[in-house]
């Protein structure tokens, strides 16, 4: 009923950038809260950035002043301006979004399938 795809992933050098996206389709009714998350090999899922439907965000420290969450409600679309990546930034990305369909009263969390971003000199 929903599908979350993310573009964007891909290898750059430290220092350099990317811009991931999310798109969101299906029955939508609205989009709460969506967000990026990260996993490393061998360490937990995490949150990097997260952004409301009024477009306050939060984002962890180990990101914060690099990274930059917004969104565009029309499109249904996330995005994540990546910039002065770090080897340690190295991670499978997945858009999470809380969306609620049409004909339901309450909101769902949905994942897309992940995008790989690899810093390496």
């Known amino acids: 009923q929903v599908q979350l795809v993310e573009s964007g992933g891909g290898l750059v050098q430290p220092g350099g950038s990317l811009r991931l996206s999310c798109a969101a389709s299906?029955?939508?009714?609205?989009?709460?809260?969506m967000g990026w998350y990260r996993q490393a090999p061998g360490k937990q899922r995490e949150l990097v950035a997260a952004?409301?439907?009024?477009?306050?965000?939060n984002y962890a420290d180990s990101v914060k002043g690099r990274f930059t969450i917004s969104r565009d409600n029309a499109k249904n679309t996330v995005y994540l301006q990546m910039n002065s990546l770090k080897p340690e930034d190295t991670a499978v990305y997945y858009c999470?979004?809380?969306?609620?369909?049409?004909?339901?009263?309450?909101?769902?969390?949905?994942w897309g399938k992940g995008t790989l971003v690899t810093v390496s000199s």
């Open positions: 999470n979004a809380n969306i609620r369909l049409r004909g339901l009263s309450y909101g769902m969390d949905y």
């Open positions: 952004i409301t439907s009024g477009g306050s965000t």
């Open positions: 299906g029955s939508i009714f609205s989009i709460n809260a």
